[in-house]
Structure formats: structure tokens, C-alpha cells
């Protein structure tokens, strides 16, 4: 050999092997990064039982499993690891964020916004409970609000009717989307509430809260009330118009507001295009939702709302529709209608 190539053959060698190893970790996108052929998913617990029941039914039609690690670290927190390129796909219950638009946008992460469903926050009591049937969005306000913290702290504050009896409160911590917009929904803001009182981003741990707290009041999505119907107890919500149970019929009818809210899958797309069994995923997802939402307790979308659902993933139409703000009283047809301006 040359002595001058032999010279420079190693040296040379090391170069392309670290070379290498830089771009690995350096690209977001290496085969590294994306784990291979596992899909990981995270965000909102009010999501999960959807999304935990598609990939049942999904590795259930396949002779190959898929891996699918699916977390439940809340909205907000699964947006921070979505758009830091760590999921596949974030399960939201609010649209993405201003200021988590700018965290996908500083990564490069370009996302396919999915509404799968709707949900109607129910204000759930414990059935020991005979003297609260329903409430209203002003009494919901009183007990929420900031100012209320150490001194609405009875029933009978609430209304006077009521008894003299301890006022325990339960609720999403501030890492949820359900937090977010059932403050927003209560006080404008949508991290403004009191803080004295039992939270947690796990719905089954509120569920057992109230269930074993005959003084306690909470809230949470309708599939894990529906799911538990014989340890808790639904208070009928009056907006102004008459009190109203939630229920798959009121929110078809937009009278269960401003309490009922679009639920959402967020897909990273450039992942998308290089696990074949992601893009298989999100399709199968789509396609079953009608069926399988339902099926969780929520209400489906329309047929056209999933077709364009679609559209939009197969065409790769990216970003959002909703301006970076979690907005109160969407109707299923304003949810269609803003998915339409895609196209």
C-alpha cells in the first residue's frame, strides 16, 4: 500500500466513526431516536382510555405486536415531551399551546392536529350525597375560584339549603389539560383556581377519592364517571338554561356548555413517514374511532369529520387550526367547520 494512504488510512477511519455517532445523535430522527419500531405516546389522562383501547384492538388484528408504551403525564406535560421530539403522539384534551408551538417549532417537530371525540366534564359527589342534585356554573365559579382557597369551605356556603357539612374537593392537577379548560371555562384563566384541594392527573385516583369521601365534590371526563356509575354520583350542570346531565345526547345538542370540549391526538409527522407502523397505527385509529369512542363513553365525531381526519394525515396538512388557545363552546359543527379551512 501507498505510504502516505497507510498513514492516513486510521486517522481517517476514526474520523467517519465518530463523524457517524455525531450525526446519530445529533439527527432527531435516527433510527436511534425513533426506538426502532415501538410507538410512544403520552398526555392526557381523559384521552387514554381511547387511545389505551385502540392499541388493544390494533396489536388485536395484527400477527406482529407492536410495542406501544402509552404514559399518562397529563396535557401540558406531554406536549413538553412531545415537542421535545420523545413521543410519536400526544394525547391531548385542550389544542396545543402558544408556548408549546414555539417548543415544537425550536425542534423541529412538525405535527398533525386529530380531533377523535368529544367529552363533557362532569361534576361527580359521592352517593352518599342526598341533598345536591345539580349546580350551577355561578356556585362552580364560587368554589373554584382563586379567592375561595380556606373559606368556602362548606356546603351550605354554596347554598344555603345545603348542610353544615365539610366542602372536600377534588380535581386535576395544573399539568392537565382538563384543568385548563375547566378553569378557563370557571374563571377566564385557565391556571386560575384555589390550590386546597386533593389533585391528581390519574382520573381513577379522583374517582376513588370521591367514592370514599361522602363530603367530596370533583370533576373529570364522562367516560371515567360512565365507567363508574355505582361509586360516584353526576350533578346536573345549569349554564343559565335549565340543568343538564351530561350525556352523549346533550353534547350531540350543544346543551351541555361550556363544559363540553373537543379531544385530541397529536401525531409527529416526520416520524410518521419512517415507522411504517405508527403511520398503520394513526389509520387504524381513524378508522375505528367511530366505534370505539363510543364504545369508551365519549361521542364520536361525524363520519366526515374523520374522513377529512384522513385527508389531513395522508396529504400531511401540519399545525393547527385553533391558534394556539384551548377555546370554550365548540360544537361538533365548528369543530368540522375549522378542520374544512385545511383544505
Known amino acids: 500500500m501507498n505510504t502516505t494512504l497507510s498513514r492516513w488510512a486510521i486517522p481517517l477511519g476514526i474520523l467517519a466513526l465518530m463523524s457517524a455517532i455525531t450525526a446519530i445523535v445529533n439527527d432527531p430522527f435516527s433510527s436511534a431516536d425513533i426506538r426502532k419500531h415501538g410507538i410512544e405516546i403520552?398526555?392526557?389522562?381523559?384521552?387514554?382510555?381511547i387511545t389505551k383501547l385502540m392499541a388493544s384492538e390494533f396489536n388485536g388484528s395484527r400477527k406482529n405486536k407492536v410495542e406501544i408504551n402509552l404514559g399518562i403525564s397529563g396535557t401540558t406535560d406531554g406536549f413538553k415531551k412531545f415537542c421535545e421530539g420523545k413521543t410519536d403522539i400526544s394525547n391531548a384534551s385542550r389544542p396545543i399551546l402558544k408556548e408549546e408551538m414555539k417548543v415544537c417549532q425550536k425542534h423541529g417537530i412538525k405535527y398533525v392536529e386529530l380531533p377523535v371525540g368529544f367529552d363533557?366534564?362532569?361534576?361527580?359527589?359521592?352517593?352518599?350525597?342526598?341533598?345536591?342534585?345539580?349546580?350551577t356554573i355561578a356556585e362552580l365559579r364560587k368554589i373554584w375560584e382563586p379567592t375561595a382557597q380556606g373559606k368556602i369551605t362548606k356546603w351550605n356556603q354554596i347554598r344555603s339549603s345545603w348542610p353544615d357539612k365539610p366542602l372536600n374537593l377534588y380535581g386535576p392537577n395544573k399539568d392537565s389539560g382538563t384543568y385548563d379548560y375547566f378553569m378557563q371555562a370557571m374563571e377566564g384563566e385557565s391556571k386560575a383556581s384555589r390550590n386546597d384541594y386533593t389533585t391528581s392527573e390519574n382520573d381513577k385516583m379522583l374517582v376513588k377519592g370521591v367514592s370514599q369521601d361522602p363530603?367530596?365534590?370533583?370533576?373529570?371526563?364522562?367516560?371515567?364517571?360512565?365507567?363508574?356509575?355505582?361509586?360516584?354520583?353526576?350533578?346536573?350542570?345549569d349554564s343559565g338554561k335549565g340543568s343538564t346531565m351530561p350525556s352523549p345526547q346533550a353534547m350531540a345538542q350543544n346543551l351541555y356548555q361550556p363544559l363540553s370540549r373537543p379531544l385530541f391526538i397529536y401525531i409527529n409527522y416526520e416520524f410518521a413517514q419512517v415507522k411504517p407502523e405508527l403511520k398503520e397505527f394513526v389509520r387504524f385509529y381513524l378508522a375505528k374511532a367511530p366505534k370505539l369512542v363510543n364504545q369508551v363513553g365519549y361521542i364520536p365525531l361525524s363520519e366526515e369529520a374523520y374522513h377529512l381526519g384522513f385527508l389531513q394525515?395522508?396529504?400531511?396538512?401540519?399545525?393547527?387550526?385553533?391558534?394556539?388557545?384551548?377555546?370554550?363552546?365548540?360544537?361538533?359543527?365548528?369543530?368540522?367547520?375549522?378542520?374544512?379551512?385545511l383544505f
Not at 42 to 49: A, H, I, K, L, R
Not at 313 to 319: H, L
Open 215 to 237: 363530603n367530596g365534590l370533583g370533576y373529570f371526563g364522562i367516560a371515567y364517571y360512565q365507567a363508574n356509575t355505582n361509586q360516584v354520583k353526576a350533578l346536573a350542570v
Open 120 to 135: 363533557a366534564l362532569t361534576i361527580v359527589v359521592n352517593p352518599k350525597n342526598d341533598w345536591a342534585k345539580d349546580i
Open 313 to 341: 394525515f395522508n396529504e400531511g396538512e401540519v399545525g393547527t387550526v385553533f391558534n394556539g388557545e384551548a377555546q370554550l363552546n365548540l360544537t361538533l359543527t365548528e369543530v368540522l367547520r375549522k378542520r374544512a379551512t
Open 42 to 49: 403520552d398526555g392526557s389522562s381523559t384521552v387514554y382510555p
